[in-house]
């Protein structure tokens, strides 16, 4: 690949894309929601431990959060049209004819989709510096969460690319794309959620009563009750999760706690939970009055226990995800490349 030539096509679709007023006014609502999130964030969160908070480092979560979930639902518009808008316009076909090759050309789109994309974290800067200011927000969560984020904005921008050049529509592969990403975001907590529920297992809870007398010492004890009930496993099913941006987002970044040992950020609360579905329920109890020295008190593990006895998902999720993406963009090649064997009906060639 020629990287002058990609870089002359990347310079066109971003100045085709820049040169409208919608750009500028797309950006300035982008900036007027983080700037309401990071205000909301700094009052839940509180600044210097005030009302309870921990200070910049779950501001600096939210907001990070915030620009995935924003670039998540913006990005398939501005990419799933990348290469049958062009079709539609006349305009891909005299770039077909010059020295730039199919794959240059799906390079060039994939790459100025994705710095479209990487505009808008451009935007979030100065909100995700104002979070740090107050602390609390070691430098390696931040390399770790940008990351892990501009990889996230390149396999949405992969995906939309991908359907772009695979359909000839820009309907079908704007919702396509819309379809993978929902499927990726909020598909994979429904199909959790309810493979959890439907793999059950019998819960066995037995007890035994006492009479008190006056004093509070036990009179005579009662007869054994045992009642048995189905727990859903959802240790089972965690795995499901690796897909989604967000975990995957959260699991990647290394933990962080207050003084209390507690998860301090949004990475850390997240990552605590998901890891925490890995563990198997107990499935048995057995509390007895008449004895209470019998009796085993259970404490949960802390934070840090849990995520040191748990697997990291993120790289598998992240490994998946760019598959998919690498898979589509491929087959767009192979449906963009010149000459055309075959072209669906009505698709417009020059």
């Known amino acids: 690949m020629n990287l002058g030539r990609i870089g002359t096509l990347v310079r066109l679709d971003l100045v085709q894309r820049t040169r409208s007023v919608a750009w500028y006014v797309l950006l300035g609502v982008f900036a007027v929601i983080l700037l309401l999130v990071t205000l909301l964030a700094f009052l839940v969160w509180g600044v210097n431990g005030i009302a309870g908070g921990t200070g910049g480092g779950g501001v600096y979560s939210t907001v990070v959060y915030m620009v995935l979930l924003l670039v998540v639902l913006v990005s398939p518009t501005l990419s799933g049209n990348a290469i049958n808008g062009e079709r539609d316009a006349a305009t891909l076909a005299p770039v077909q004819v010059?020295?730039?090759?199919?794959?240059?050309?799906i390079a060039a789109k994939f790459a100025a989709a994705w710095l479209t994309g990487v505009s808008f974290v451009v935007v979030a800067v100065p909100f995700l510096l104002i979070s740090t200011?107050?602390?609390g927000v070691p430098p390696l969560t931040v390399l770790v969460s940008l990351l892990v984020l501009l990889v996230e904005i390149a396999v949405v921008a992969a995906i939309g690319v991908g359907f772009s050049g695979v359909l000839a529509r820009p309907l079908f592969s704007v919702a396509s794309t819309y379809l993978v990403v929902?499927?990726?975001?909020?598909g994979t907590l429904i199909a959790f959620g309810l493979s959890g529920a439907a793999i059950t297992s019998p819960y066995t809870s037995t007890y035994r009563g006492a009479n008190y007398d006056a004093q509070g010492?036990?009179?005579?004890?009662?007869?054994?009750?045992t009642s048995t009930y189905d727990v859903p496993r959802y240790d089972k099913v965690w795995w499901m999760l690796a897909?989604?941006?967000f975990v995957i987002l959260?699991?990647?970044?290394?933990?962080?706690?207050?003084?209390h040992g507690n998860p301090d950020n949004l990475f850390s609360q997240i990552k605590f939970g998901v890891r925490s579905l890995q563990l198997e329920p107990d499935l048995e109890s057995t509390w007895d009055d008449c004895n209470p020295g019998a009796n085993e008190d259970y404490e949960s593990p802390d934070?840090?226990?849990v995520v040191a006895s748990t697997l990291p998902s993120w790289f598998v999720g992240l490994g998946l995800q760019l598959l998919l993406a690498a898979g589509l963009l491929w087959w767009a090649w192979v449906r963009t490349r010149t000459p055309a064997r075959t072209l669906?009906?009505?698709t417009r060639i020059a």
Not at 182 to 186: C, D, M, Q, R, S
Not at 250 to 259: E, I, L, Q, S
């Open 217 to 225: 010492a036990v009179d005579d004890c009662l007869e054994w009750e």
């Open 98 to 105: 010059t020295l730039a090759t199919t794959g240059e050309i």
């Open 182 to 186: 929902a499927a990726l975001v909020i």
């Open 344 to 346: 669906p009906p009505g």
């Open 303 to 305: 934070a840090a226990e």
């Open 133 to 135: 200011l107050d602390g």
């Open 250 to 259: 959260a699991d990647a970044v290394p933990m962080t706690y207050d003084a």
């Open 243 to 245: 897909l989604n941006p």
